[in-house]
């Protein structure tokens, strides 16, 4: 994608993006939410707090976790201490495996 082409799309100008590419100026948080829209990848991946970009793309996990997210506290932990124990077995499992 071109810098003019990126300038269009986060409606700024060709020597802010050239400011951003060469780090002479950060992008505000609406600005870094658009990139990160255009990119389909989080704000936190842009921003290296996290290497797995791809879990957050995967539509049914999101799907998942909003609906975790919903639940009362009560219901969510429950779930979460399920979850918990199949992944601690897994773990185990997969160190009894070596």
């Given at each position: 994608?071109?810098?003019?082409?990126?300038?269009?799309?986060?409606?700024?100008?060709?020597?802010?993006?050239?400011?951003?590419?060469?780090?002479?100026?950060i992008p505000g948080?609406?600005?870094?939410?658009?990139?990160?829209?255009?990119?389909n990848t989080t704000?936190?991946?842009?921003?290296?707090?996290?290497?797995?970009?791809?879990?957050?793309?995967?539509?049914?996990?999101?799907?998942?976790?909003?609906?975790?997210?919903?639940?009362?506290?009560?219901?969510?932990?429950?779930?979460?201490?399920?979850?918990?124990?199949?992944?601690?077995?897994?773990?185990?499992?997969?160190?009894?495996?070596?």
């Amino acid at each position: 994608m071109t810098q003019d082409e990126q300038a269009k799309l986060l409606n700024t100008s060709i020597s802010v993006i050239g400011r951003y590419e060469r780090d002479e100026m950060i992008p505000g948080i609406e600005v870094a939410k658009k990139i990160a829209g255009f990119l389909n990848t989080t704000v936190g991946y842009l921003l290296g707090e996290t290497d797995k970009a791809d879990l957050f793309k995967d539509p049914v996990m999101l799907q998942r976790l909003a609906e975790l997210d919903n639940m009362q506290s009560e219901d969510k932990n429950h779930i979460l201490h399920v979850l918990d124990g199949f992944i601690k077995s897994v773990k185990l499992k997969n160190i009894a495996a070596l």
